[in-house]
């Protein structure tokens, strides 16, 4: 799958909640990887492990629209 189209359904699952600069460093860890399943889910669960961290961190999930 290309960045342009995962950026694209981030942007059509969350609408209006999608935020580049918060997806940004998940989806370069993923496309720098290069097809490297081990190397990407390593990248991906250090992101996961720094942001779980932080303070003050708040997960939002959007009510699935009608």
Do not use: F
């Not at 600069?21 to 370069?28: Q, V, Y």
């Not at 496309?31 to 190397?39: N, Q, R, S, V």
């Amino acid at each position: 799958m290309s960045l342009p189209a995962v950026e694209n359904d981030l942007k059509a699952h969350l609408h209006e909640c999608y935020v580049d600069s918060d997806w940004r460093p998940a989806l370069k860890a993923i496309m720098d990887a290069e097809g490297d399943t081990d190397i990407a889910l390593n990248a991906v669960n250090a992101l996961a492990e720094a942001a779980s961290r932080r303070t003050g961190l708040k997960i939002r999930i959007p009510a699935r629209p009608q």
